[in-house]
């Protein structure tokens, strides 16, 4: 799922501010937290009432639509819902951001949200962890699905730096594990020690420098 | 194999070489990085001279390599990371060292960028260390860059990287060695190590997976109680062994500056020069010093187990 944190208040309330007639539309795709029509009322309403303090009335309206990556998706759901909306803030991830802003060109479209990573979640601990960073050319058939790209904190790929102490990453003082040693455990628990010991040439970078396209199937 | 440097050619005779090591910071003279070189002529047979160690942004590491060795006669191990540069820029910066004269360079990761003074900075790793070797010795054997484009005139490097016999599991650390052993890599030079038989152990390890490489084992003496307690809390995964601490602490209580100099010279001795005496009968090649800002030590040390 793509993760994302919502933004302060106050840096919502300074982008829409200028507008009087403002909807706001949550998306019900993968962002997690859900960031959904609850989620966009709750929205509306906290900024209704945010402009209001700073001695402003606005008319501020919310709905959601399901996937706002998806160009088709957001014509058919949101077009007829647009009105005679002066800005629009979406709750979805960024891609929802640029999906709107392509698809209404005269109406500009604010961002809610921070997304800061794709990930999992772990609903028991309240935690979301990057596992991959989209790097085009996917290594985890060789690493037991521990992303080193991801995982490592200067995505190594040829097995742990010199940092890791008790297996711990040198990085943000020793809390993550050092994902080179948990493919090394992995590796050896499998009988594979071959592949952590495996030396991998420079990548080719053309494959993760954006902007990039996949045009019927061919990345671009 | 050609020799190009004073370092190789003592290796490859079978001597037990000593490097030092040279910091220089944030600055613009190198005054004390070349007082510091001058104090080890004789002693060393090459130094390191470090690339923005712990990732503070200090002066560049090919500058102060050439300006040691153009000064002073002290032959450099450049250290090059690849925290801080993308493949292009190494290249440029091995061309330029190539150029100056440099003929040693020690092909590392680096520290995260996030653990130094620039933590806001990207950190680049476009290459890691294993890929840096591999990078180098195309250069050097080839007469190429990276990607095959001709290089006009010879590269005359010898590479060496960086191992880690403190690594937990140790197997890990000796399949990155043999991967860099792999790439290319001609010496290694290892972290800070108290325990001799942990030493012992790592050369045992390398046999069993049939690693060949000489090793040059890190020491850091410690120059005052202040150092050895820093050593002992702040760098991970090295632990100063209770004895010599006990006896530094103790000398820090001697309230003459020049007796408490020398009675932290005498445990130092005390310690080290036994442990290098065991590290002799070992498969080291050598000893690499760590003793930035204690020069003084130098001397004493490499003169008693000649």
Redesign the interface.
């Known amino acids: 799922m793509i993760v994302t944190k919502e933004k302060p208040i106050d840096e919502i309330l300074e982008y829409v501010e200028p507008y009087g007639k403002i909807l706001v539309v949550g998306c019900e795709g993968c962002t997690h937290p859900p960031r959904g029509l609850r989620e966009a009322r709750n929205m509306a309403m906290t900024v209704s009432m945010g402009l209001k303090l700073r001695g402003k009335s606005v008319e501020v309206r919310s709905t959601s639509i399901a996937k706002q990556c998806d160009l088709y998706n957001c014509k058919v759901a949101l077009e007829p819902q647009i009105g005679d909306a002066e800005a629009i803030l979406t709750m979805a991830c960024s891609i929802g951001v640029g999906a709107l802003s392509t698809l209404f060109p005269d109406i500009p479209v604010f961002p809610a949200q921070n997304t800061v990573f794709m990930g999992v979640e772990d609903r028991e601990s309240d935690t979301f962890k990057e596992m991959c960073r989209a790097c085009g050319d996917c290594l985890l058939g060789e690493t037991f699905g521990i992303c080193p790209i991801a995982r490592c ?15 711990m990453c ?3 003082e ?1 809390t993550n594990k050092c994902a ?2 948990e493919i ?2 992995r590796a ?1 628990k499998f009988n594979r ?1 071959d592949l ?7 990548r080719d ?1 053309r494959l993760e420098t954006p902007p990039r396209m996949l045009v019927g199937g061919e990345l671009k | 194999m050609r020799i190009f440097s004073n370092l190789m050619k003592e290796i490859k005779e079978g001597h037990f070489v000593f490097t030092g090591e040279l910091e220089p910071e944030k600055e613009t003279d190198l005054h004390n990085t070349i007082k510091a070189a001058e104090e080890l002529k004789g002693y060393v047979v090459a130094c390191n001279v470090t690339d923005n160690p712990n990732s503070m942004a200090y002066i560049s590491s090919l500058v102060a390599s050439y300006l040691i060795q153009e000064r002073t006669g002290m032959e450099a191990i450049y250290q090059l990371r690849c ?1 801080d540069r993308n ?1 292009a820029a190494l290249t440029s910066d091995l061309l330029g060292a190539c150029a100056l004269g440099i003929r040693n360079v020690l092909a590392l ?4 960028i ?2 130094g003074d620039y933590a806001k900075a990207k ?1 680049v ?7 840096l070797t ?2 180098i010795r195309k250069m050097v054997d080839e007469g190429v860059d ?1 990607y095959g484009n001709k290089i006009h005139g010879d590269v005359r490097l010898h590479v060496g990287v ?1 191992a ?1 016999p403190n ?3 140790l ?3 000796i ?2 060695l ?2 860099k052993v ?2 290319g890599a001609e010496f290694a030079q290892t ?1 800070v190590i108290y325990d001799i038989e942990r030493v012992k152990e790592f050369f045992e390890m390398m046999r069993s997976y049939g690693i060949k490489i000489p090793v040059l084992v890190g020491i850091f003496p410690l120059k005052s109680y202040g150092v050895a307690k820093f050593f002992d809390e702040h760098i ?2 090295v632990h100063v062994p209770e004895e010599l601490m006990e006896r530094i602490t103790k000398a820090k209580d001697e309230p003459d500056k020049q007796k408490r100099k020398e009675k932290i010279l005498e445990i130092n001795l005390d310690f080290f020069i036994p442990f290098l005496k065991e590290l002799k009968r070992t498969e080291a090649a050598g000893c690499h010093i760590m003793a930035v800002g204690y020069p003084e030590i130098i001397p004493p040390l490499t003169e008693a187990v000649k």
């Not at chain 1, 904190?153 to 297996?167: E, M, Q, Y």
């Not at chain 2, 790793?125 to 890929?131: E, H, I, K, R």
Request: proline fraction near 7%.
């Open positions: 904190a200067k995505s190594l790929l040829n097995g742990p730096c010199g940092g890791p102490v008790d297996g040198e990085y943000k020793y080179w040693i090394y455990e050896k020690l952590f010991k495996k030396l991998r040439l420079p970078r | 925290t493949a990761t680096g520290d995260h996030g653990l950190p790793y476009d290459l890691d260390s294993a890929q591999y990078m990276l960086a880690n690594c937990e599991p197997e890990a650390e399949l990155k043999a991967r792999e790439a972290q991970a995964g």
